[in-house]
């Protein structure tokens, strides 16, 4: 099966500007979700979506970050406008509903670069 | 809060044993994970404890002891593609799907 997609791998854009990053889940999987790794710090959590329904976004940094889900396949992370301390790797993730407890399966990563 | 410590580095030999320490605290524990993230990559899933007890799984093994807070990774006959950052994660009762990240213990394959 096809793996967790990010797109894109790489994103360099200037403070202020707006950038959106795209995660594809494994088919099927209903549990999707976002951490980011900022250089030096864990990874952490931002928000878990089940379908297309945000199940926890505590972890999402303030309103300069919006995540969407339509129709429950891919999701996207907007940042706008973008921040230096946003530079960082986003991950995405998935794991089926039922099968409990399993790992996720993240994806590669996009390393989001402010300058 | 949640709290997930580990050493950040590790250096070890080819064809020995490591052990790779993990501590925590948090509101909750609904289960424990260790990923295994090579430079650039994803982090692919290694194993989970949520009973205690020594989990085996070929080489690696994970151990977790929930009144100490604390759990290990264990990998024998240590091969060159071992080198690769080891993620301890803790799933709290708390936010079901959730997991809480240490920041990882790079470790390194030695010939």
């Known amino acids: 099966e096809a793996g967790v997609t990010q797109f894109p791998s790489h994103s360099v854009i200037e403070k202020g500007q707006t950038v959106t990053l795209r995660c594809d889940p494994i088919?099927?999987?209903?549990?999707l979700y976002w951490y980011r790794r900022v250089m030096g710090k864990e990874i952490k959590f931002l928000l878990h979506?089940?379908?297309?329904?945000?199940?926890?976004e505590s972890g999402m940094p303030n309103n300069r970050f919006l995540a969407e889900r339509t129709g429950g396949t891919y999701s996207t992370l907007k940042v706008q406008p973008a921040e230096l301390e946003d530079s960082g790797v986003y991950f995405c993730a998935s794991s089926p509903r039922d099968r409990l407890p399993v790992g996720y399966t993240f994806g590669s990563g996009t390393r989001l670069t402010v300058v | 809060g949640q709290n997930i410590d580990q050493p950040t580095e590790m250096t070890a030999t080819e064809g020995a044993i490591v052990q790779i320490n993990c501590t925590y605290q948090?509101?909750?524990?609904?289960?424990l994970f260790w990923y295994q993230q090579h430079a650039g990559e994803a982090p692919t899933f290694l194993s989970y404890?949520?009973?205690?007890g020594l989990e085996e799984k070929g080489r690696f093994s994970s151990f977790l002891s929930r009144s100490k807070g604390y759990s290990y990774l264990l990998l024998k006959e240590l091969q060159m593609k071992d080198s690769a950052s080891y993620l301890c994660?803790?799933?709290?009762?708390?936010?079901?799907?959730?997991?809480?990240f240490g920041i990882g213990t790079k470790l390194q394959v030695i010939p």
């Open positions: 088919s099927g999987h209903d549990n």
């Open positions: 979506f089940v379908k297309e329904s945000k199940q926890d």
């Open positions: 404890n949520v009973l205690d």
């Open positions: 948090t509101s909750g524990f609904n289960g």
């Open positions: 994660a803790v799933r709290s009762e708390r936010g079901y799907q959730k997991v809480t």
